[in-house]
Each structure stands twice: as C-alpha cells, then as structure tokens.
C-alpha cells in the first residue's frame, strides 16, 4: 500500500511565524504535489515538483514556498503565515507515468 | 483552461436511496476522469477513474461512465449506506497538460440519514 504521511495532522501559528509543513511518501514516486483546501472552492494547486529539487508553481503559489531535497519528502513553507492562510493542506504523490495521486491525511492549520 | 464543474451540495438522502451527483469537464485532448472521496478527518482516496470515452468505472457500488459526447463524469450508486457520507469530488488529469496535474471540482457533500 503507497503510504503519505504528513507530519502533522493540527496546528496551530500566530500570525508572521514561518511554518513548515512535511510531507512523506513511501512508494518512490517522482511528482509530488501540495494542495489547499476549502469550503466552496475544493482543491487548489499550491506547488508541485516532479524531481528533486524541481519545483512548478501551482495556481496559488503566492506565500508559499517549497523544497525536495530527498525524493520522498516535498516540504511547505509559509514564510510568514497570515490568517488567510487557516486552512486543510494535503500532500500527495504520484509515480511518473502514472495520473491517480495519493494522499496524505491533511494537516488543518490554523493561523491566529 | 480545463475545468470541472460538480453539482453542488449538500446532497441529503435518506437510506437506500439511488445517487447521482453530476460533474461535467472542459478539456482539450484526451483527459483521463476520476472520482475522489473525502471521509470526515481524512485525506482524499480514489474511489474510481476512468481513461478513456466509454470507460465506466466502478468501486465499492459507486459507477461512473465517461461521456465524451456530453462531456460528463456523472458518479451514480444504487443504494446508499450511511457510511457513504462523505465528500465527493470529481477531477480530470491530462486534459492540455501531461504533467500528472488534477483539476478538481468543488466538492459535493453527501449526507445518508438512517
């Protein structure tokens, strides 16, 4: 079974703290991926990275960076989290020729 | 761009009931079509996909049949249970990109009650 995991499932940041998000996948895949999520608007390609230390912008990229150093850990990094930033952030993968990603379980954060 | 437009929600139903929650794409080229469920606390798990006109695919009672002609992706069960409670969201890849990107739709939240 392809597991994702993400390095935390809550948390909670004041406003202007760097965060970092980890995530973790365990099959060897190439394409990694960073999404948000919220209500009404479903999910939105923050970053993606298809090797390591590639890294595409997805179509929310502002705030946010990224970083893979190791093929299985893409990493998201708030540089100074603000409250519009509260929200689900999910991790997946997906191995090179293949289209079916995997996710992570989510990491609900919440920016105060 | 390409695009996927769900029905929205919440859908309520009661026990036993048929399903169909409607999702329709805008692509160019031949996008591969799937369907994602969201239980409550938990990440997304593919419940079906399909990869080319005509396909149907199918999990766990959940249908769905890509419609090229209709450009539709329409998740259809015949008989929910209360653990189908969920939220639903449909998603193409591969449409004018072949990077491994999803478009997801919105998301409909499903509700069985007893």
């Known amino acids: 079974d392809v597991k994702v995991t993400q390095s935390s499932r809550y948390l909670v940041k004041r406003t202007g703290e760097k965060v970092f998000l980890e995530c973790v996948q365990d099959m060897d895949h190439e394409n990694m991926f960073w999404y948000r999520q919220d209500p009404g608007l479903g999910l939105r390609l923050i970053y993606f990275?298809?090797?390591?230390?590639?890294?595409e912008k997805g179509d929310i990229p502002e705030g946010y960076s990224v970083s893979r150093e190791k093929k299985e850990r893409f990493s998201l990094i708030l540089e100074s989290a603000s409250t519009n930033q509260t929200s689900m952030y999910l991790c997946?993968?997906?191995?090179?020729?293949?289209?079916?990603?995997?996710f992570g379980p989510g990491t609900r954060l919440t920016v105060t | 761009g390409d695009s996927v437009t769900q029905m929205e929600g919440p859908v309520t139903l009661s026990e036993e009931a048929f399903l169909t929650i409607n999702c329709t794409y805008t692509?160019?080229?031949?996008?591969?079509l799937f369907w994602y469920v969201q239980y409550p606390g938990e990440g997304l798990q593919l419940l079906l996909k399909?990869?080319?006109?005509?396909d149907k695919g199918s999990n766990k009672g959940f249908e769905a049949t890509y419609r090229k002609e209709t450009t539709s992706f329409h998740l259809e069960k015949g008989s929910v249970q209360v653990s189908d409670s969920a939220v639903y969201f449909c998603?193409?890849?591969?449409?004018?990109?072949?990077?491994?990107?999803?478009?997801f739709g919105q998301g409909t939240t499903l509700q069985v009650k007893p």
């Open positions: 692509a160019t080229g031949y996008p591969s």
């Open positions: 990275s298809y090797d390591v230390k590639m890294k």
């Open positions: 998603a193409l890849s591969g449409g004018s990109s072949n990077t491994g990107k999803l478009i």
């Open positions: 997946a993968s997906t191995p090179l020729a293949r289209n079916e990603q995997y």
């Open positions: 399909a990869t080319k006109a005509d």
